[in-house]
């Protein structure tokens, strides 16, 4: 059971490029969610999709499209890379519904934008 | 608007010492609550959870973690401090407007045990 896997764990990137982070969990989760983390900011949600074939905008979603590809992968899109989006990005998923309301993560990719 | 706050940047404790991580939260309605933790360069791992019941939760590696109701609290514990506590320590609320069980993250506080 690999829980939540993601990739590239490491990227850099030119102003303007673009990239697609990928996540897939392997629990049989409905959830997944993409998060960044930037120094003193905590984690910040981008994108969730609450169940396969819903999307939603969380806090901080310009610059970034998401793809739920089925229940198991969720993608995270640059389209045109912005300094700004210099950060660690975290995949998590969780079930949804029942008691259990926790998510679980997966170990980060660390993308540098120059 | 739900918010969580963790006050202290940086907590610096001696081995065998007990440990306090704090966090106090609003919410509107219930407050569904959670304890991460994140060692370097890793993601976050759960620690433990308050939905309801007893005001004081167990979770792993020896933690837990009191709901205050009345002080809007959910500080974590833990009765000796090891080295390998160190970590970034983010204290969440569970969002319930949306379908999914999206969670609002404190900014974290780093925990420093000194040997």
């Known amino acids: 059971n690999a829980g939540v896997t993601q990739t590239p764990k490491f990227q850099v990137l030119k102003t303007g490029q673009s990239m697609t982070l990928q996540c897939a969990q392997d629990m049989n989760h409905n959830s997944m969610y993409w998060y960044r983390q930037d120094p003193g900011m905590g984690l910040r949600l981008i994108y969730y999709?609450?169940?396969?074939?819903?999307?939603d905008k969380g806090e901080v979603p310009n610059g970034y499209n998401v793809s739920r590809l089925n229940k198991r992968e969720f993608s995270l899109r640059l389209e045109s890379a912005a300094p700004s989006q210099t950060s660690v990005y975290f995949c998590?998923?969780?079930?949804?519904?029942?008691?259990?309301?926790?998510?679980?993560f997966g170990p980060g990719t660390r993308l540098t934008v120059t | 608007a739900q918010s969580v706050a963790q006050p202290e940047d940086q907590v610096n404790v001696a081995e065998g010492n007990p440990l306090t991580v704090k966090c106090t939260y609003s919410?509107?309605?219930?407050?569904?609550l959670f304890w991460y933790v994140q060692y370097p360069n890793r993601g976050l791992q759960f620690l433990l959870k308050?939905?309801?019941?007893?005001?004081l939760v167990k979770g792993s590696y020896g933690f837990e973690a009191e709901f205050n109701k009345s002080q809007t609290s959910f500080h974590l514990k833990k009765p000796s401090a090891l080295v390998s506590d160190s970590a970034l320590y983010f204290c969440?609320?569970?969002?319930?407007?949306?379908?999914?069980?999206?969670?609002?993250f404190g900014t974290g506080t780093r925990l420093t045990v000194i040997p």
């Open positions: 969440a609320v569970r969002v319930a407007l949306t379908g999914a069980n999206n969670l609002f």
């Open positions: 308050y939905i309801t019941g007893d005001n």
């Open positions: 999709s609450a169940s396969e074939g819903t999307t």
């Open positions: 919410v509107s309605g219930n407050p569904y």
């Open positions: 998590a998923s969780s079930v949804l519904g029942g008691s259990s309301y926790e998510q679980y």
